[in-house]
């Protein structure tokens, strides 16, 4: 079982930038893929970036690449989400979620609680 924190939300100006933070317990985060997702009210859940087990393999959706970075220590049992330029379209909740293969399906067993990002005009 891995439980999973996010933080690092809050508001920020556009053009601003923060990093967000997802903590994982469990021994066998090293050998699970993460990925980052967010959702706006009324809006369906979508995908953002991911990382796989290792941290050799990145995947971004395209509205965010060139300005979302997704990195991940786990020394730390932690996954990073580095977000630039940041656009009132940003705004949303922000979940991280681990799976096996996920990088390849985009299918993930576990999910954090969320995190705020507010993108100001």
């Known amino acids: 079982q891995v439980q999973l924190v996010e933080s690092g939300g809050g508001l920020v100006q556009a053009g601003g930038s923060l990093r967000l933070s997802c903590a994982a317990s469990g021994r066998t985060f090293s050998r699970y893929d993460m990925g980052w997702f967010r959702q706006a009210p009324g809006k369906e859940r979508e995908f953002v970036a991911a990382?796989?087990?290792?941290?050799?393999?990145?995947h971004y959706a395209d509205f965010v690449k060139g300005r979302f970075t997704i990195t991940r220590d786990n020394a730390k049992n932690t996954v990073y989400l580095q977000m630039n330029s940041l656009k009132p379209e940003d705004t949303a909740i922000y979940y991280c979620?681990?799976?096996?293969?996920?990088?390849?399906?985009?299918?993930?067993?576990?999910w954090g609680q969320g995190t705020q990002v507010t993108v100001s005009v």
């Open positions: 979620a681990a799976g096996p293969l996920g990088v390849v399906t985009r299918e993930y067993p576990y």
């Open positions: 990382i796989n087990w290792s941290g050799s393999s990145t």
